[in-house]
């Protein structure tokens, strides 16, 4: 059974920064993409980050790309977002996704994902 657990968020102001971390369990012997995505209220779920556990690069949205970085831990089962230079429009619910992948899911949208965190929020003040 595939759980993720997610951790970090709270509230920041503008140019802070703040870690989020997605311990996943359940995927031992598959290699799985986990992603970040986040929602703010009223808006659809927006896709910000990526990477896949079998190796290759990480993957940003435009709108963070040279702000956030994504990483797998040597354990290979929690996934880390370095979230810095922090933004009001980068508030939101956070939530990490993953599901089993044998190669580059850097196109996958919502849909693609079976797996979710409960979510974290993250709060930037102007």
């Known amino acids: 059974q595939v759980q993720l657990v997610e951790s970090g968020g709270g509230s920041v102001p503008a140019g802070g920064s703040l870690r989020l971390s997605c311990a996943a369990s359940?995927?031992?012997?598959?290699?799985?993409?986990l992603a970040w995505f986040r929602q703010a209220p009223g808006k659809e779920r927006e896709k910000v980050a990526g990477i896949y556990s079998g190796g290759g690069s990480a993957y940003y949205a435009a709108s963070v790309k040279g702000r956030f970085t994504v990483s797998l831990d040597s354990g290979r089962d929690t996934v880390n977002l370095q979230m810095s230079s922090l933004k009001p429009e980068d508030t939101g619910t956070y939530y990490c996704a993953a599901d089993v992948s044998y190669g580059d899911c850097s196109r996958w949208g919502p849909g693609s994902f079976a797996n979710w965190g409960q979510g974290t929020q993250v709060t930037v003040s102007s």
């Open positions: 359940g995927f031992t012997g598959y290699s799985y993409c």
